[in-house]
């Protein structure tokens, strides 16, 4: 593989979601001077191409009459648990100002004629806090930052994955940050990067789970930070929900001016999707023969089921605190379908599901469709009076409801947890970088519906101020960092093809069976186990590949297509980050089943008589609330480990202006 010289960036955002977009233009109003975006492409990852039937945006209060506050926002994040207080603080003190600063980039955020930005309440949310543009809020988002990241004339280079981060050990002893090797997907050629600065907007870690409603065009690069022993926090917590998984490669899609053309098209199916009733079949692999309405094995009674799917419909994601009597059943049901019996599970909207009746509802759900008209003959009679739009969204990607069933699985959706930053949003232990967006996992156990989107803007507006304000000149060993980056391009040249020789398995097999595996045993099902022996297997894994990473010992065989060559490192490092995620799902049994995860035990509560003896539910031990679970590699046990770190509390409200004033003028505030 060719190398080209090493090329030096003040700063670089790797990334081109909501995150990185918004990051790029604040560092440039900020003043630091030689930024630029390297990305994959700005048509690709989440923000782009995810959304929901209303995908919400999440700030502070500022309608009507519910008066709210910085400090009451960050007490709504730390409901849930285990998030970290002062980062809670810093991204409610942040809200409005990334809020506004969007609205004037255009973003159209709904006002009334008075100019309130009158919002609504989404899940774990008190007040009035949220906001949508619709069904693509983030692509909104993407749309105006890019806008301004052009009129800025910030460089954007496109087809670049990263594979390897680059450090060095400083004067006291830290590894800090120094550049990155990238691979020119387009040519596949191995650039290596020199940076003071690396705001690291990679997103979430779409490509660990097989099941998963993550755009297929975003899988995450968690694994590279992971690898040079950043410190991550709350990996297990994400969530999980019901989504649509149709394969749409072949199918007549209408274009769109700025998304990916995924291969699948995957969608939440919360809202009225649920709310509408529709049948819930499941089929052999075959999706046609053995068809059978499987929720009926459930509850005796079908109102009762049908009561819990309507519920489905603003409970979205799984919850293990809804089992086993609440609407996540429902989830439970498709899982064990889908993951255990090996059927696939489709909801029908064409016909109602069998002996149904609006009389046998419970009142919430009857009432619910009475109020909105639509007491009508079938499932997709009530979405086409209640959310047109909803029917056409799936018309616009080839899915006609009205003549095909639509195929649907329990997906990995978000991570809560990620890399463990500063306020400033620096990495709490590699200096230097600076993880934003969905990699930091700046939320604890659950989080309010569209916190995500507001952490990433805040935390672009943090790391730039931060490294306009403390490293905005050069401070790097360049001697020492061209020396890191030479000796790490000559080590990985060569890594796909000794890779693929030796493993002797193409990439795509090798990335089924692990993302097959973490849906299997470390979804929102987790079995000790399981993970356990999943981990052996793959930490053994790392170390006997460990030649891989030394010079090759002879000339590799054939060349490898550029494209396949960035599949094989995005194995390279999905598998560190599937090491360090299971590692830490290990860790955090004791804490018991709590957000999206149940944990099984032996000696807890069975869940369903159908289901496996061994699924019965470990409580959650409220103790863990107060902690916050840290992994991070070791060079002394050469594995990741992970420990529970006491969580400070909320600061006190102890702000007197003169004394901020004098702080920020001084510029202690950035200590
Ligand atoms: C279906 C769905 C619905 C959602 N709904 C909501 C909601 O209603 N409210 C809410 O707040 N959140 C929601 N979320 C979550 C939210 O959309 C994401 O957390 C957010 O968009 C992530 O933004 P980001 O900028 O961090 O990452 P992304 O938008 O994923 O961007 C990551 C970027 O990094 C690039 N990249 C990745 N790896 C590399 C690499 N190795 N080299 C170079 N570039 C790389 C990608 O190509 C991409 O450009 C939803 C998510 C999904 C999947």
């Not at 490509?207 to 990996?235: K, M, T």
């Not at 007197?656 to 702080?663: A, G, I, S, Y």
Request: charge should be negative; glycine fraction near 8%.
């Amino acid at each position: 593989m060719k190398i080209l010289p090493v090329r030096k960036i003040h700063t670089i955002v790797l990334g081109s979601g909501a995150a990185g977009l918004a990051a790029a233009v604040r560092l440039s109003a900020e003043g630091v001077p030689d930024i630029a975006i390297l990305t994959e492409g700005v048509r690709l990852g989440t923000s782009v191409n995810a959304g929901s039937d209303k995908q919400t945006y999440y700030k502070l209060g500022i309608c009507g009459r519910e008066a709210d506050s910085p400090r009451d926002l960050a007490l709504t994040y730390l409901r849930g648990g285990s998030a970290d207080p002062l980062i809670a603080l810093t991204e409610a003190a942040g809200s409005a100002r990334a809020f506004f600063h969007l609205v004037n980039l255009g973003v159209p955020f709904p006002h009334n004629r008075f100019g309130e930005y009158v919002g609504y309440k989404t899940d774990h949310d008190p007040f009035r806090r949220a906001t949508s543009c619709g069904p693509y809020t983030s692509r909104e988002m993407c749309r105006a930052l890019l806008r301004r990241v052009k009129n800025e004339e910030i460089p954007i280079f496109e087809n670049r994955s990263a594979v390897k981060l680059a450090t060095y050990a400083a004067a006291d002893g830290t590894r800090r940050l120094c550049g990155l090797l990238a691979l020119n997907t387009a040519d596949g050629v191995l650039e290596p990067y020199c940076c003071e600065n690396l705001v690291f907007a990679v997103g979430g870690p779409g490509g660990l789970y097989e099941a998963s409603v993550y755009p297929s065009s975003q899988f995450g690069a968690i694994g590279l930070a992971l690898e040079i022993g950043a410190a991550a926090a709350s990996l297990p917590e994400s969530q999980f929900g019901l989504a649509s998984v149709t394969d749409i490669s072949k199918r007549e899609v209408r274009s769109d001016p700025i998304c990916d053309r995924p291969e699948s098209f995957r969608w939440n199916v919360s809202g009225t999707y649920m709310q509408v009733l529709p049948r819930f079949v499941s089929t052999e692999p075959d999706g046609v023969s053995g068809a059978r309405e499987f929720l009926r094995d459930y509850r005796v009674a079908l109102g009762e089921i049908n009561s819990l799917v309507f519920l489905k419909g603003y409970q979205w994601p799984f919850d293990a605190r809804k089992l086993p009597d609440g609407s996540s059943m429902v989830d439970m049901a498709v899982f064990y379908e889908t993951a255990v019996l090996g059927r696939r599970v489709f909801l029908d909207y064409r016909t109602d599901p069998a002996d149904f009746s609006f009389e046998a509802l419970d009142s919430e759900a009857r009432e619910y469709l009475r109020k909105s008209d639509a007491l009508l003959a079938t499932p997709l009679a009530r979405l086409a009076k209640m959310n047109p739009g909803a029917v056409e969204l799936y018309r616009d990607h080839g899915i006609d409801l009205a003549a095909e069933p639509l195929e649907i699985a329990l997906c990995a959706q978000h991570n809560n947890g990620g890399l463990k930053g500063t306020i400033w949003y620096e990495s709490e232990n590699v200096p230097h970088l600076f993880p934003i967006g969905e990699v930091n996992g700046s939320h604890g156990v659950t989080r309010p519906g569209g916190s995500a989107l507001n952490a990433g803007q805040v935390g672009a507006f943090r790391a730039a101020q931060y490294i306009a304000r403390r490293y905005s000149g050069w401070s790097l060993d360049w001697t020492a960092a061209e020396k890191e980056l030479a000796a790490e391009a000559s080590r990985l040249a060569e890594y796909p093809e000794r890779a693929a020789s030796q493993t002797g398995d193409d990439w795509r097999k090798e990335r089924a069976a692990f993302q097959c595996r973490m849906t299997r045993s470390a979804g929102h099902l987790r079995h000790g186990g399981e993970i356990g022996e999943a981990l052996r297997l793959l930490t053994g894994r790392r170390r006997a590949a460990r030649p891989l990473s030394a010079p090759p010992a002879e000339t590799p065989t054939a060349d490898i297509p550029p494209a396949d060559a960035a599949e094989i490192f995005r194995n390279r490092q999905l598998l560190i980050a599937q090491e360090a995620y299971l590692s830490a799902l290990s860790a955090s049994f004791d804490a018991g089943s709590r957000g999206s995860a149940l944990v099984l035990d032996p000696r807890g509560e069975p869940i369903h008589p159908k289901f496996p003896g061994s699924w019965r539910i470990k409580p959650e031990d409220p103790r863990f609330r107060d902690r916050i679970l840290i992994t991070r590699y070791s060079d002394e046990s050469d594995s990741f480990l992970s420990c529970w770190r006491p969580l400070p509390d909320l600061p006190e409200d102890e702000e007197w202006f003169e004394n901020v004033w004098r702080d920020y003028r001084s510029g202690t505030v950035f200590d």
